[in-house]
Nanobody, 120 residues
Framework: QVQLVESGGGLVHPGGSQRLSCAAS?????????????LGWYRQAPGNQRELVAA???????NYTDHVKGRFTISRDNAKTMVYLQMNNLKPEDTAVYYC?????????WGQGTQVTVSS
C-alpha cells in the first residue's frame, strides 16, 4: 500500500513563506509510485473543489496554476520518496488544506492533508 503524509502547514501572515512536505511510504509500492508517476500538490478551500496547484513530472519539469505561478515551487526527491512545496508571498486566498498525490490523482492515495492558514 502507498501512504502519502503531508506536513508543514500552519498559520502564516500574508507575505510570509511556508514549506510543505509529503512523504510516501518507503516500501516497494511507494518507491514504485515515485519512480513512474508525475506528482502534484492539490488544495481545497472551504466550499471549493479540490484543485491541482503544482505538478512535477519524472524529468523534473513543473507546471503551476496561474494563481500560484511565480510564488510556489514544487520539487521532488525520488530517493527519499518526498515531494515539497515551497510557498512564498502567501495570500489569504491561499488558505486551504493542501494534499499531495499523483497526477492525475489516485483516489486511494489521498491523505489527511495539511492545513495552511494565511491571516494577519
Amino acid at each position: 500500500q502507498v501512504q502519502l503524509v503531508e506536513s508543514g502547514g500552519g498559520l502564516v501572515h500574508p507575505g510570509g513563506s511556508q514549506r510543505l512536505s509529503c512523504a510516501a511510504s518507503r516500501n516497494i509500492f511507494g518507491i514504485t509510485v515515485f519512480s513512474i508517476k508525475d506528482l502534484g500538490w492539490y488544495r481545497q478551500a472551504p466550499g471549493n473543489q479540490r484543485e491541482l496547484v503544482a505538478a512535477i513530472s519524472l524529468d523534473g519539469s513543473t507546471n503551476y496554476t496561474d494563481h500560484v505561478k511565480g510564488r510556489f515551487t514544487i520539487s521532488r526527491d525520488n530517493a527519499k520518496t518526498m515531494v515539497y512545496l515551497q510557498m512564498n508571498n502567501l495570500k489569504p486566498e491561499d488558505t486551504a488544506v493542501y494534499y499531495c498525490n499523483t497526477v492525475p490523482a489516485t483516489d486511494r492515495y489521498w491523505g489527511q492533508g495539511t492545513q495552511v492558514t494565511v491571516s494577519s
